[in-house]
Protein backbone atom coordinates (compact mmCIF):
# COMPACT_ATOMS: atom_id res chain seq x y z
CA UNK A 1 0.00 0.00 0.00
CA UNK A 2 2.93 2.32 0.68
CA UNK A 3 4.57 1.32 -2.97
CA UNK A 4 1.54 2.18 -4.70
CA UNK A 5 1.83 -1.32 -6.40
CA UNK A 6 0.63 -4.91 -6.84
CA UNK A 7 2.42 -7.73 -5.64
CA UNK A 8 2.29 -10.86 -6.60
CA UNK A 9 3.50 -14.66 -6.25
CA UNK A 10 3.32 -17.21 -8.88
CA UNK A 11 3.10 -20.92 -6.02
CA UNK A 12 3.83 -24.12 -6.95
CA UNK A 13 1.58 -26.98 -5.74
CA UNK A 14 4.12 -27.99 -3.54
CA UNK A 15 3.93 -24.99 -1.86
CA UNK A 16 7.47 -23.18 -2.86
CA UNK A 17 7.51 -19.75 -4.10
CA UNK A 18 8.70 -19.75 -7.67
CA UNK A 19 8.50 -15.97 -8.84
CA UNK A 20 7.80 -12.47 -6.86
CA UNK A 21 6.11 -9.71 -9.54
CA UNK A 22 6.04 -6.16 -8.57
CA UNK A 23 3.72 -4.21 -10.95
CA UNK A 24 2.41 -0.58 -11.18
CA UNK A 25 -1.24 0.09 -9.62
CA UNK A 26 -3.35 -1.52 -11.83
CA UNK A 27 -1.66 -4.63 -13.29
CA UNK A 28 1.21 -6.74 -13.08
CA UNK A 29 3.62 -8.28 -16.18
CA UNK A 30 4.24 -12.04 -15.70
CA UNK A 31 7.62 -13.53 -16.34
CA UNK A 32 8.15 -16.41 -19.24
CA UNK A 33 6.85 -19.06 -17.63
CA UNK A 34 7.27 -21.73 -20.31
CA UNK A 35 5.28 -24.81 -21.30
CA UNK A 36 5.16 -26.60 -18.19
CA UNK A 37 2.37 -29.21 -17.48
CA UNK A 38 0.70 -28.04 -20.62
CA UNK A 39 -0.23 -31.48 -21.66
CA UNK A 40 -3.46 -32.43 -22.45
CA UNK A 41 -6.47 -31.41 -19.52
CA UNK A 42 -3.37 -30.54 -17.39
CA UNK A 43 -2.62 -26.92 -16.17
CA UNK A 44 0.94 -25.25 -15.33
CA UNK A 45 1.06 -25.91 -11.40
CA UNK A 46 1.53 -22.52 -10.83
CA UNK A 47 -1.33 -20.27 -8.71
CA UNK A 48 -1.21 -16.75 -9.04
CA UNK A 49 -2.14 -14.49 -5.74
CA UNK A 50 -1.74 -10.58 -6.08
CA UNK A 51 -2.72 -7.46 -4.33
CA UNK A 52 -5.25 -5.33 -5.48
CA UNK A 53 -5.08 -2.15 -4.15
CA UNK A 54 -8.47 -0.41 -4.91
CA UNK A 55 -10.40 -2.87 -3.74
CA UNK A 56 -11.73 -3.92 -7.34
CA UNK A 57 -12.31 -7.81 -7.88
CA UNK A 58 -10.61 -9.85 -10.77
CA UNK A 59 -9.92 -7.93 -13.54
CA UNK A 60 -9.87 -8.58 -17.70
CA UNK A 61 -6.36 -9.00 -17.49
CA UNK A 62 -6.43 -11.74 -14.42
CA UNK A 63 -8.94 -14.03 -16.90
CA UNK A 64 -6.93 -13.80 -19.54
CA UNK A 65 -3.77 -14.82 -17.79
CA UNK A 66 -5.89 -17.48 -16.06
CA UNK A 67 -7.40 -18.98 -19.51
CA UNK A 68 -4.13 -18.00 -21.85
CA UNK A 69 -1.34 -19.41 -19.10
CA UNK A 70 -3.63 -22.43 -18.24
CA UNK A 71 -2.59 -21.37 -14.49
CA UNK A 72 -4.29 -23.69 -11.25
CA UNK A 73 -5.93 -20.61 -9.98
CA UNK A 74 -5.81 -16.26 -9.68
CA UNK A 75 -6.46 -14.83 -6.63
CA UNK A 76 -6.69 -11.12 -5.87
CA UNK A 77 -6.35 -10.12 -2.29
CA UNK A 78 -8.68 -7.17 -1.76
CA UNK A 79 -7.10 -4.48 1.02
CA UNK A 80 -7.66 -1.49 2.92
CA UNK A 81 -6.19 1.23 3.23
CA UNK A 82 -4.27 0.14 6.57
CA UNK A 83 -3.15 -3.04 3.90
CA UNK A 84 -5.36 -5.31 5.82
CA UNK A 85 -6.78 -8.30 3.50
CA UNK A 86 -10.53 -7.48 3.60
CA UNK A 87 -11.85 -10.43 1.51
CA UNK A 88 -10.23 -12.99 -1.32
CA UNK A 89 -11.61 -12.90 -4.87
CA UNK A 90 -10.67 -15.86 -7.19
CA UNK A 91 -11.31 -17.96 -10.02
CA UNK A 92 -10.03 -21.13 -11.89
CA UNK A 93 -10.75 -22.47 -15.10
CA UNK A 94 -13.64 -25.05 -16.29
CA UNK A 95 -14.16 -27.38 -19.15
CA UNK A 96 -16.68 -24.55 -21.35
CA UNK A 97 -19.29 -24.83 -24.01
CA UNK A 98 -20.40 -22.84 -26.95
CA UNK A 99 -22.67 -20.61 -24.37
CA UNK A 100 -20.69 -20.72 -21.43
CA UNK A 101 -17.65 -18.76 -20.21
CA UNK A 102 -14.43 -21.40 -19.55
CA UNK A 103 -13.69 -20.27 -16.07
CA UNK A 104 -15.54 -19.70 -12.53
CA UNK A 105 -15.15 -16.88 -10.40
CA UNK A 106 -15.88 -17.14 -6.53
CA UNK A 107 -15.77 -14.06 -4.21
CA UNK A 108 -15.01 -12.12 -2.72
CA UNK A 109 -14.73 -14.20 0.40
CA UNK A 110 -13.96 -13.16 3.80
CA UNK A 111 -10.77 -15.02 4.98
CA UNK A 112 -12.21 -16.15 7.98
CA UNK A 113 -14.25 -18.22 5.57
CA UNK A 114 -12.61 -19.01 2.93
CA UNK A 115 -12.80 -23.11 3.53
CA UNK A 116 -10.91 -24.42 0.23
CA UNK A 117 -9.15 -27.64 -0.26
CA UNK A 118 -6.47 -26.14 -3.24
CA UNK A 119 -5.11 -29.81 -4.04
CA UNK A 120 -8.40 -31.65 -3.99
CA UNK A 121 -10.16 -28.90 -6.31
CA UNK A 122 -7.06 -29.13 -8.93
CA UNK A 123 -7.13 -32.89 -9.29
CA UNK A 124 -11.33 -32.78 -9.72
CA UNK A 125 -10.36 -29.93 -12.44
CA UNK A 126 -7.72 -31.57 -14.01
CA UNK A 127 -9.67 -34.98 -14.02
CA UNK A 128 -12.73 -33.31 -15.53
CA UNK A 129 -11.06 -32.06 -18.52
CA UNK A 130 -9.70 -34.98 -19.51
CA UNK A 131 -12.47 -36.64 -19.24
CA UNK A 132 -14.57 -33.83 -21.49
CA UNK A 133 -11.25 -33.74 -24.03
CA UNK A 134 -11.28 -37.86 -24.31
CA UNK A 135 -15.54 -38.10 -24.40
CA UNK A 136 -15.48 -35.18 -27.53
CA UNK A 137 -15.69 -36.32 -31.12
CA UNK A 138 -12.86 -36.07 -33.16
CA UNK A 139 -14.43 -34.40 -36.60
CA UNK A 140 -10.75 -33.16 -38.00
CA UNK A 141 -7.24 -34.55 -38.14
CA UNK A 142 -5.82 -31.55 -37.42
CA UNK A 143 -7.30 -29.80 -34.50
CA UNK A 144 -10.10 -27.32 -33.74
CA UNK A 145 -9.71 -23.74 -35.27
CA UNK A 146 -11.11 -20.10 -35.05
CA UNK A 147 -11.04 -18.07 -38.31
CA UNK A 148 -9.95 -14.26 -38.02
CA UNK A 149 -11.33 -11.65 -40.76
CA UNK A 150 -9.77 -8.23 -40.11
CA UNK A 151 -10.91 -5.67 -42.61
CA UNK A 152 -10.93 -1.71 -42.75
CA UNK A 153 -13.94 0.29 -42.18
CA UNK A 154 -15.31 0.86 -45.90
CA UNK A 155 -18.76 0.68 -48.07
CA UNK A 156 -19.31 -2.88 -48.54
CA UNK A 157 -16.98 -4.21 -46.11
CA UNK A 158 -19.36 -6.61 -44.40
CA UNK A 159 -20.23 -8.61 -47.62
CA UNK A 160 -16.97 -8.67 -48.49
CA UNK A 161 -16.08 -10.66 -44.73
CA UNK A 162 -19.23 -13.09 -45.22
CA UNK A 163 -17.42 -14.01 -48.85
CA UNK A 164 -14.41 -14.14 -47.87
CA UNK A 165 -15.24 -15.79 -44.03
CA UNK A 166 -16.82 -18.41 -45.88
CA UNK A 167 -14.27 -19.38 -48.66
CA UNK A 168 -11.88 -19.55 -45.79
CA UNK A 169 -13.95 -22.04 -44.01
CA UNK A 170 -14.00 -24.19 -47.11
CA UNK A 171 -10.08 -24.19 -47.53
CA UNK A 172 -9.91 -24.89 -43.61
CA UNK A 173 -12.28 -27.88 -44.11
CA UNK A 174 -10.40 -28.96 -46.88
CA UNK A 175 -7.02 -28.88 -45.38
CA UNK A 176 -8.68 -31.02 -42.39
CA UNK A 177 -9.51 -28.52 -39.42
CA UNK A 178 -12.59 -28.44 -37.70
CA UNK A 179 -13.81 -24.90 -37.34
CA UNK A 180 -15.31 -24.09 -34.12
CA UNK A 181 -16.01 -20.25 -34.96
CA UNK A 182 -15.45 -17.33 -36.69
CA UNK A 183 -14.65 -13.83 -35.20
CA UNK A 184 -14.91 -10.60 -37.21
CA UNK A 185 -13.53 -6.98 -36.81
CA UNK A 186 -13.61 -3.87 -39.05
CA UNK A 187 -11.17 -1.32 -37.99
CA UNK A 188 -10.01 2.18 -39.18
CA UNK A 189 -6.24 1.04 -39.52
CA UNK A 190 -4.84 -3.03 -39.37
CA UNK A 191 -2.95 -3.01 -36.31
CA UNK A 192 0.29 -3.06 -37.25
CA UNK A 193 1.51 -5.71 -34.40
CA UNK A 194 -1.35 -7.77 -33.82
CA UNK A 195 -3.59 -6.98 -36.86
CA UNK A 196 -6.51 -7.44 -34.84
CA UNK A 197 -6.51 -4.67 -31.29
CA UNK A 198 -5.12 -5.97 -28.49
CA UNK A 199 -8.08 -6.32 -26.60
CA UNK A 200 -10.16 -8.09 -29.31
CA UNK A 201 -7.13 -11.28 -29.39
CA UNK A 202 -7.33 -11.36 -25.61
CA UNK A 203 -10.88 -11.82 -26.08
CA UNK A 204 -9.90 -14.17 -29.22
CA UNK A 205 -7.72 -16.51 -26.39
CA UNK A 206 -10.89 -16.35 -23.77
CA UNK A 207 -12.54 -17.85 -26.82
CA UNK A 208 -10.26 -20.06 -27.80
CA UNK A 209 -10.27 -21.83 -24.22
CA UNK A 210 -13.58 -22.06 -24.01
CA UNK A 211 -14.33 -23.86 -27.42
CA UNK A 212 -11.53 -26.10 -27.16
CA UNK A 213 -9.57 -24.42 -29.85
CA UNK A 214 -5.71 -24.62 -30.67
CA UNK A 215 -5.44 -22.80 -34.28
CA UNK A 216 -6.00 -19.52 -35.00
CA UNK A 217 -6.24 -18.93 -38.89
CA UNK A 218 -5.95 -15.59 -40.55
CA UNK A 219 -7.81 -14.36 -43.06
CA UNK A 220 -4.72 -12.46 -44.70
CA UNK A 221 -1.08 -12.90 -45.34
CA UNK A 222 0.47 -12.51 -42.22
CA UNK A 223 4.00 -10.65 -41.89
CA UNK A 224 6.77 -12.79 -40.15
CA UNK A 225 6.64 -10.31 -37.24
CA UNK A 226 2.61 -10.49 -36.66
CA UNK A 227 2.50 -13.97 -36.97
CA UNK A 228 5.38 -14.38 -33.61
CA UNK A 229 3.76 -11.60 -31.60
CA UNK A 230 0.35 -13.25 -32.10
CA UNK A 231 1.83 -16.89 -31.00
CA UNK A 232 3.66 -15.60 -28.32
CA UNK A 233 0.52 -13.83 -26.64
CA UNK A 234 -2.30 -16.59 -27.29
CA UNK A 235 0.11 -18.73 -27.14
CA UNK A 236 -1.84 -20.77 -29.73
CA UNK A 237 -0.76 -21.92 -33.16
CA UNK A 238 -1.12 -19.25 -35.97
CA UNK A 239 -1.41 -19.53 -39.50
CA UNK A 240 -2.53 -17.34 -42.10
CA UNK A 241 -4.21 -17.81 -45.27
CA UNK A 242 -1.03 -18.32 -47.44
CA UNK A 243 0.18 -21.42 -45.17
CA UNK A 244 -3.14 -22.82 -45.38
CA UNK A 245 -3.35 -23.21 -49.11
CA UNK A 246 -0.41 -24.50 -49.10
CA UNK A 247 -0.86 -27.26 -46.43
CA UNK A 248 -3.80 -28.31 -48.81
CA UNK A 249 -1.62 -27.98 -51.75
CA UNK A 250 1.18 -30.61 -49.94
CA UNK A 251 -1.83 -33.04 -49.21
CA UNK A 252 -2.77 -32.98 -52.74
CA UNK A 253 0.40 -33.08 -54.62
CA UNK A 254 0.49 -36.33 -56.33
CA UNK A 255 3.16 -35.96 -59.09
CA UNK A 256 6.87 -35.50 -59.03
CA UNK A 257 6.47 -32.57 -60.98
CA UNK A 258 3.48 -31.08 -57.84
CA UNK A 259 5.45 -31.99 -55.22
CA UNK A 260 8.59 -30.34 -56.58
CA UNK A 261 6.18 -27.05 -56.55
CA UNK A 262 4.92 -27.55 -53.48
CA UNK A 263 8.15 -27.79 -52.40
CA UNK A 264 9.61 -24.47 -53.26
CA UNK A 265 6.77 -22.87 -52.43
CA UNK A 266 6.55 -23.70 -48.84
CA UNK A 267 10.68 -22.85 -48.44
CA UNK A 268 9.98 -19.29 -50.66
CA UNK A 269 7.54 -18.80 -48.13
CA UNK A 270 9.50 -20.04 -45.18
CA UNK A 271 12.71 -18.37 -45.82
CA UNK A 272 11.54 -15.07 -44.40
CA UNK A 273 10.20 -16.30 -41.25
CA UNK A 274 13.10 -18.22 -40.01
CA UNK A 275 14.51 -15.13 -37.71
CA UNK A 276 11.32 -15.73 -36.10
CA UNK A 277 12.32 -19.22 -34.90
CA UNK A 278 13.76 -20.12 -31.33
CA UNK A 279 16.51 -17.97 -30.18
CA UNK A 280 18.52 -21.43 -30.11
CA UNK A 281 18.88 -20.70 -33.88
CA UNK A 282 20.96 -17.38 -33.01
CA UNK A 283 23.44 -19.44 -31.33
CA UNK A 284 26.70 -20.37 -32.73
CA UNK A 285 26.85 -24.36 -33.25
CA UNK A 286 29.39 -26.20 -31.56
CA UNK A 287 31.64 -29.64 -31.09
CA UNK A 288 34.50 -30.08 -33.59
CA UNK A 289 34.58 -27.70 -36.84
CA UNK A 290 31.99 -25.77 -35.30
CA UNK A 291 34.17 -23.70 -33.39
CA UNK A 292 35.54 -20.00 -33.93
CA UNK A 293 34.06 -17.58 -35.66
CA UNK A 294 31.82 -19.95 -37.72
CA UNK A 295 27.86 -19.92 -38.63
CA UNK A 296 24.88 -19.61 -36.32
CA UNK A 297 22.46 -22.64 -36.97
CA UNK A 298 19.60 -19.58 -38.25
CA UNK A 299 22.47 -18.76 -41.01
CA UNK A 300 23.47 -22.44 -41.68
CA UNK A 301 19.98 -23.18 -42.29
CA UNK A 302 19.31 -19.96 -44.30
CA UNK A 303 22.02 -21.47 -46.46
CA UNK A 304 21.09 -24.96 -47.04
CA UNK A 305 17.22 -23.65 -47.60
CA UNK A 306 18.65 -21.36 -50.91
CA UNK A 307 20.78 -24.34 -51.60
CA UNK A 308 17.45 -26.35 -51.55
CA UNK A 309 15.58 -23.74 -53.57
CA UNK A 310 18.50 -23.45 -56.01
CA UNK A 311 18.00 -27.47 -56.47
CA UNK A 312 14.28 -27.59 -56.90
CA UNK A 313 14.31 -24.74 -59.52
CA UNK A 314 16.67 -26.61 -61.51
CA UNK A 315 14.58 -29.76 -61.41
CA UNK A 316 11.67 -28.00 -62.36
CA UNK A 317 13.60 -26.38 -65.55
CA UNK A 318 14.09 -29.97 -66.61
CA UNK A 319 10.57 -30.82 -66.07
CA UNK A 320 9.45 -27.77 -68.17
CA UNK A 321 11.44 -29.05 -71.19
CA UNK A 322 10.09 -32.70 -70.62
CA UNK A 323 6.64 -30.84 -70.90
CA UNK A 324 7.32 -28.98 -73.92
CA UNK A 325 8.52 -32.02 -75.58
CA UNK A 326 5.11 -33.79 -75.23
CA UNK A 327 3.32 -31.05 -75.98
CA UNK A 328 5.48 -30.44 -79.62
CA UNK A 329 4.85 -34.21 -79.77
CA UNK A 330 1.37 -34.09 -79.36
CA UNK A 331 1.18 -31.06 -81.88
CA UNK A 332 3.11 -32.76 -84.39
CA UNK A 333 -0.07 -35.37 -84.08
CA UNK A 334 -2.50 -32.99 -85.46
CA UNK A 335 -4.59 -33.13 -82.01
CA UNK A 336 -6.83 -30.15 -80.85
CA UNK A 337 -6.33 -29.31 -77.33
CA UNK A 338 -8.78 -28.12 -74.76
CA UNK A 339 -8.01 -26.97 -71.46
CA UNK A 340 -10.61 -26.69 -68.65
CA UNK A 341 -9.97 -23.81 -66.30
CA UNK A 342 -12.32 -21.78 -63.82
CA UNK A 343 -12.40 -20.77 -60.21
CA UNK A 344 -11.74 -23.95 -57.56
CA UNK A 345 -14.53 -25.82 -56.80
CA UNK A 346 -16.60 -25.28 -59.96
CA UNK A 347 -16.79 -28.54 -61.01
CA UNK A 348 -13.91 -28.78 -63.52
CA UNK A 349 -12.71 -32.42 -62.82
CA UNK A 350 -16.51 -33.67 -62.51
CA UNK A 351 -17.14 -32.50 -65.97
CA UNK A 352 -13.82 -34.13 -67.30
CA UNK A 353 -14.95 -37.51 -66.19
CA UNK A 354 -18.43 -37.15 -66.97
CA UNK A 355 -17.05 -36.03 -70.79
CA UNK A 356 -14.54 -38.47 -71.10
CA UNK A 357 -15.31 -41.24 -68.74
CA UNK A 358 -12.36 -40.74 -66.73
CA UNK A 359 -11.87 -41.42 -62.92
CA UNK A 360 -9.74 -38.02 -62.22
CA UNK A 361 -10.41 -37.45 -58.56
CA UNK A 362 -13.57 -35.09 -57.90
CA UNK A 363 -14.77 -33.98 -54.63
CA UNK A 364 -16.57 -31.16 -53.30
CA UNK A 365 -13.67 -29.26 -51.84
CA UNK A 366 -11.09 -26.38 -52.97
CA UNK A 367 -7.87 -27.66 -54.66
CA UNK A 368 -9.14 -30.95 -54.86
CA UNK A 369 -7.47 -31.50 -57.97
CA UNK A 370 -3.97 -30.23 -58.25
CA UNK A 371 -1.96 -32.08 -60.79
CA UNK A 372 -2.63 -31.30 -64.80
CA UNK A 373 -4.69 -34.21 -66.54
CA UNK A 374 -5.80 -35.38 -70.02
CA UNK A 375 -7.81 -36.83 -71.25
CA UNK A 376 -8.82 -37.83 -74.95
CA UNK A 377 -12.45 -36.80 -76.32
CA UNK A 378 -14.27 -37.89 -79.05
CA UNK A 379 -15.88 -34.65 -81.16
CA UNK A 380 -18.30 -34.78 -83.99
CA UNK A 381 -16.61 -32.20 -86.45
CA UNK A 382 -19.35 -31.18 -89.10
CA UNK A 383 -17.83 -32.31 -92.43
CA UNK A 384 -14.78 -33.67 -91.07
CA UNK A 385 -16.26 -36.97 -89.20
CA UNK A 386 -15.45 -37.77 -85.65
CA UNK A 387 -12.01 -36.33 -84.62
CA UNK A 388 -10.30 -37.15 -81.50
CA UNK A 389 -9.60 -33.92 -78.75
CA UNK A 390 -7.34 -33.71 -75.51
CA UNK A 391 -9.24 -32.70 -72.91
CA UNK A 392 -7.39 -30.97 -70.20
CA UNK A 393 -8.10 -30.20 -66.62
CA UNK A 394 -6.05 -27.61 -64.74
CA UNK A 395 -5.64 -26.26 -61.17
CA UNK A 396 -8.80 -24.18 -60.22
CA UNK A 397 -8.28 -20.28 -59.54
CA UNK A 398 -8.87 -18.44 -56.27
CA UNK A 399 -8.25 -15.13 -55.17
CA UNK A 400 -5.10 -13.42 -53.63
CA UNK A 401 -3.24 -16.41 -54.58
CA UNK A 402 0.41 -16.33 -52.51
CA UNK A 403 2.63 -15.08 -54.68
CA UNK A 404 4.92 -17.74 -53.67
CA UNK A 405 2.42 -20.42 -55.05
CA UNK A 406 1.71 -17.85 -58.32
CA UNK A 407 5.18 -17.94 -59.26
CA UNK A 408 5.70 -21.77 -58.61
CA UNK A 409 2.38 -22.98 -60.53
CA UNK A 410 2.52 -20.73 -63.13
CA UNK A 411 4.07 -23.59 -65.24
CA UNK A 412 1.02 -25.23 -64.62
CA UNK A 413 -0.99 -23.47 -66.59
CA UNK A 414 1.21 -23.97 -69.58
CA UNK A 415 -1.16 -26.25 -70.68
CA UNK A 416 -3.74 -24.06 -71.27
CA UNK A 417 -1.23 -21.47 -72.79
CA UNK A 418 -0.98 -23.92 -75.83
CA UNK A 419 -4.70 -25.20 -76.02
CA UNK A 420 -6.54 -24.15 -78.60
CA UNK A 421 -9.86 -23.67 -76.96
CA UNK A 422 -10.88 -22.87 -73.29
CA UNK A 423 -13.62 -23.98 -71.27
CA UNK A 424 -14.76 -21.33 -68.25
CA UNK A 425 -16.16 -23.20 -65.81
CA UNK A 426 -18.63 -21.50 -63.47
CA UNK A 427 -20.69 -22.63 -60.39
CA UNK A 428 -23.65 -21.00 -61.35
CA UNK A 429 -25.16 -21.75 -57.92
CA UNK A 430 -22.71 -19.77 -55.65
CA UNK A 431 -23.47 -16.62 -54.31
CA UNK A 432 -20.20 -14.97 -55.18
CA UNK A 433 -20.46 -16.38 -59.28
CA UNK A 434 -19.41 -12.87 -60.43
CA UNK A 435 -16.56 -11.98 -58.43
CA UNK A 436 -15.19 -16.08 -59.43
CA UNK A 437 -15.96 -15.01 -63.22
CA UNK A 438 -14.15 -11.93 -62.69
CA UNK A 439 -11.36 -13.31 -60.71
CA UNK A 440 -10.28 -15.97 -63.57
CA UNK A 441 -10.95 -13.52 -66.25
CA UNK A 442 -8.32 -11.68 -64.39
CA UNK A 443 -5.90 -14.17 -63.68
CA UNK A 444 -6.32 -15.51 -67.29
CA UNK A 445 -5.05 -12.26 -68.48
CA UNK A 446 -2.52 -12.11 -66.38
CA UNK A 447 -1.03 -15.15 -67.63
CA UNK A 448 -1.51 -13.85 -71.13
CA UNK A 449 -3.99 -15.96 -71.93
CA UNK A 450 -7.03 -13.47 -73.30
CA UNK A 451 -6.65 -14.25 -77.01
CA UNK A 452 -7.41 -17.77 -76.90
CA UNK A 453 -11.14 -18.62 -77.89
CA UNK A 454 -13.41 -19.31 -74.45
CA UNK A 455 -16.41 -21.02 -73.89
CA UNK A 456 -18.41 -20.05 -71.01
CA UNK A 457 -19.98 -22.98 -69.28
CA UNK A 458 -22.44 -22.53 -66.62
CA UNK A 459 -21.95 -25.43 -64.23
CA UNK A 460 -24.89 -27.06 -61.34
CA UNK A 461 -28.00 -25.65 -62.75
CA UNK A 462 -29.54 -28.55 -61.28
CA UNK A 463 -29.57 -26.28 -58.37
CA UNK A 464 -31.05 -23.37 -59.30
CA UNK A 465 -34.74 -22.02 -58.88
CA UNK A 466 -36.71 -21.13 -61.86
CA UNK A 467 -36.20 -17.92 -61.53
CA UNK A 468 -32.51 -17.79 -61.27
CA UNK A 469 -32.05 -19.83 -64.00
CA UNK A 470 -34.29 -17.56 -66.27
CA UNK A 471 -31.70 -14.26 -64.69
CA UNK A 472 -28.89 -15.87 -65.97
CA UNK A 473 -29.79 -16.96 -69.51
CA UNK A 474 -30.88 -13.39 -69.79
CA UNK A 475 -27.37 -11.77 -68.45
CA UNK A 476 -25.55 -14.35 -70.35
CA UNK A 477 -26.98 -15.91 -73.66
CA UNK A 478 -24.15 -16.80 -75.22
CA UNK A 479 -23.24 -19.27 -71.96
CA UNK A 480 -23.32 -22.67 -71.91
CA UNK A 481 -26.00 -24.49 -69.25
CA UNK A 482 -25.15 -27.74 -67.79
CA UNK A 483 -24.80 -30.12 -64.94
CA UNK A 484 -21.85 -32.04 -65.17
CA UNK A 485 -23.24 -35.32 -63.63
CA UNK A 486 -25.75 -36.00 -66.22
CA UNK A 487 -23.58 -36.31 -69.60
CA UNK A 488 -26.48 -35.95 -72.02
CA UNK A 489 -26.41 -31.77 -70.35
CA UNK A 490 -23.17 -31.74 -72.09
CA UNK A 491 -23.73 -32.49 -75.15
CA UNK A 492 -24.27 -28.43 -76.20
CA UNK A 493 -20.85 -28.38 -74.70
CA UNK A 494 -19.42 -30.75 -77.30
CA UNK A 495 -21.42 -29.22 -80.25
CA UNK A 496 -19.57 -25.72 -79.18
CA UNK A 497 -16.04 -27.19 -78.80
CA UNK A 498 -16.58 -28.98 -82.53
CA UNK A 499 -17.72 -25.26 -83.65
CA UNK A 500 -15.37 -23.46 -81.89
CA UNK A 501 -12.41 -25.63 -83.24
CA UNK A 502 -13.84 -25.66 -87.00
CA UNK A 503 -13.73 -22.01 -86.97
CA UNK A 504 -10.39 -21.78 -85.69
CA UNK A 505 -9.38 -24.02 -88.02
CA UNK A 506 -10.72 -22.32 -91.00
CA UNK A 507 -9.38 -19.12 -89.52
CA UNK A 508 -6.24 -20.71 -89.63
CA UNK A 509 -6.49 -22.46 -92.95
CA UNK A 510 -7.09 -18.59 -94.77
CA UNK A 511 -3.99 -17.52 -93.28
CA UNK A 512 -1.44 -16.65 -96.42
CA UNK A 513 2.12 -19.03 -96.04
CA UNK A 514 4.68 -17.08 -96.27
CA UNK A 515 6.58 -17.53 -100.20
CA UNK A 516 9.42 -19.92 -101.00
CA UNK A 517 11.34 -19.47 -103.96
CA UNK A 518 12.04 -23.52 -103.82
CA UNK A 519 8.39 -24.09 -104.31
CA UNK A 520 8.21 -25.90 -101.08
CA UNK A 521 7.67 -24.66 -97.38
CA UNK A 522 10.51 -23.82 -94.62
CA UNK A 523 9.74 -27.98 -93.37
CA UNK A 524 10.20 -29.54 -96.87
CA UNK A 525 6.65 -30.45 -97.83
CA UNK A 526 4.88 -28.95 -101.03
CA UNK A 527 3.95 -25.52 -101.40
CA UNK A 528 0.71 -24.93 -100.58
CA UNK A 529 -1.81 -23.55 -103.83
CA UNK A 530 -4.42 -21.14 -103.71
CA UNK A 531 -6.66 -24.08 -103.47
CA UNK A 532 -9.37 -24.03 -100.63
CA UNK A 533 -8.45 -27.08 -97.97
CA UNK A 534 -11.23 -29.05 -97.37
CA UNK A 535 -9.88 -32.16 -95.08
CA UNK A 536 -9.20 -31.70 -91.38
CA UNK A 537 -6.00 -33.12 -92.05
CA UNK A 538 -4.52 -30.83 -94.65
CA UNK A 539 -5.74 -27.73 -92.16
CA UNK A 540 -3.92 -29.43 -89.05
CA UNK A 541 -1.29 -29.52 -91.32
CA UNK A 542 -0.82 -26.04 -92.41
CA UNK A 543 -1.10 -25.02 -88.34
CA UNK A 544 1.85 -27.48 -88.03
CA UNK A 545 3.70 -25.85 -90.33
CA UNK A 546 3.32 -22.44 -89.65
CA UNK A 547 4.23 -23.35 -85.71
CA UNK A 548 7.43 -24.53 -86.92
Known amino acids: MESGRQVGVLVHRSGQVDYVIVGDAGQLMLPDIGRLRAAEGRFRALRLVHTHLRGESLTHDDHVDLVRLRLDLVAAL ?104 AVVQFREHIDAKYVLGRGKLDEVVIRAMQLDADVLVFDRELTPSQASAIAKISDLKVIDRSQLILDIFAQRAETRDGKLQVELAQLKYSLPRLSQKDDSLSRLTGGIGGRGPGETKLEIGRRRAKERVTHLETQLKKLKKQREQRRRKRTRGGVPTVAVVGYTNAGKSTLLNTMTGASVLAEDKLFATLDTRSRILRVGWAGFGDRDVVLTDTVGFIRNLPKALWAAFRATFEEAADADVLVHVVDASDGAMNEHMETTVKLLDELELGEIPRILVFNKIDALETLQLARLTREHPDGVHLSALDRASTRPLIDAIATTLAERWDAAAKTPEPESSEGTSDDGSPEETGEELTTLDELLGARKRRRK
Open 78 to 181: QLSPRGEVRGVHYAYNVPGGQDTLPYREVGPVPVHELHVNFGELIENLEAEFTRVRGGREVRAKDGRAILVHVGEKSQGAHAEADVSIRELRELAWTAGVEVVD
